[in-house]
């Protein structure tokens, strides 16, 4: 139960975050593109592998950290079920280059920002 607890309250605040970033990009970039969802994806992405690799296993005695910030945290602030929408969203407005700059940037980039993450992660933890 600790953990449900745990991730509830970092989902709740990584859907904030998620909500916040989402302002913040439709001010800055407008919205005929879906760039909030974008930003969290990619950062989320690359926070997921760093996180991965600095955060102590449960096995370590520090068990808590990685249900609030990994699953919940994250799990809150990364939108892959938005991504989807968006993707189709922009397809059915008859856009498909637009559609498919998204995805390929969304996972082109996300992907990069995990083995960046990993790589740091692994450089901090040497």
């Known amino acids: 139960m600790r953990d449900a607890i745990l991730v509830f309250i970092g989902g709740g605040v ?3 975050l998620r909500w916040y970033t989402g302002i913040f990009c439709m001010r800055l970039f407008g ?3 879906p760039a909030g969802t ?3 994806n990619i950062i ?3 926070v997921m592998g760093l996180l991965f690799r600095v955060l102590p296993f449960p096995e370590a005695g520090t ?4 249900p609030l910030l990994m ?4 799990g ?3 939108t892959f079920s938005a991504f989807a929408l968006d993707s189709a969203a922009l397809w059915m407005r008859n856009e498909p280059g637009l559609a498919l700059l998204y995805v390929a940037l969304s996972l082109g980039v996300s ?3 995990v083995a960046l993450g990993l790589f740091l992660g692994k450089l901090v933890m040497a």
């Open 111 to 113: 992907l990069l920002g």
């Open 38 to 40: 974008l930003a969290v």
């Open 71 to 74: 699953t919940g945290l994250l």
């Open 76 to 78: 809150g602030f990364t």
């Open 63 to 66: 068990g808590d950290v990685r």
């Open 31 to 33: 919205t005929a593109f």
């Open 14 to 16: 990584g859907s904030v």
């Open 44 to 46: 989320g992405c690359f």
